[in-house]
């Protein structure tokens, strides 16, 4: 019987504290840290994998009906973020959820997809999905950041989060 990788995650909030806060998060190995401005979210699930080659992280912020997650995870080589974008999207593409405006662009320290879904099983959603890449040092990083009820307004709160994503 095969195990999901997600589920040989360890949860190790209760074991090991993160030493860095709210905003940053580190890879036990490395020097470096992931920072993203999520002050006014709520951290539902952080987790690594018990070899530490895999880190992931869900969010959500209820009054703004935004969730948030991070997956990083050690790959076999380097690359960057475009590199890494390319790995990820290839495994959203093969996702049921329909994938319309899709539009990808990049930043000096982002690769990044923005999609949208009107529609899912019969009922209007207007989700809007961003996914922000990053890579260093052989980890690839997924930021992803999305709401079930977008609108042109909650387009500033994407950018505020997006703006905030760098590694140190």
Do not use: C
């Not at 969010?59 to 703004?64: L, P, V, Y």
């Not at 049921?96 to 997809?113: R, V, W």
């Amino acid at each position: 019987m095969k195990i999901n990788v997600f589920l040989m995650l360890v949860i190790l909030l209760t074991s090991i504290s993160n030493a860095f806060g709210q905003n940053e998060f580190k890879m036990p190995s490395e020097d470096w840290t992931l920072e993203i401005n999520l002050d006014e979210f709520k951290i539902e699930k952080q987790a690594y994998a018990p070899d530490s080659t895999m880190f992931q992280l869900s969010a959500t912020n209820k009054k703004a009906n935004i969730n948030v997650s991070i997956f990083i995870e050690k790959m076999e080589s380097e690359g960057d973020k475009k590199d890494s974008r390319a790995y990820y999207w290839s495994k959203a593409e093969k996702s049921p959820l329909a994938k319309e405006n899709i539009k990808t662009y990049e930043t000096d320290q982002l690769a990044i997809i923005e999609h949208d879904t009107k529609e899912y099983n019969g009922q209007i959603v207007n989700f809007h999905s961003l996914n922000a890449y990053l890579a260093k040092n052989g980890f690839w990083m997924d930021v992803h950041i999305s709401k079930v009820g977008y609108s042109k307004k909650d387009k500033k709160i994407f950018k505020k989060i997006t703006d905030s994503i760098h590694i140190k």
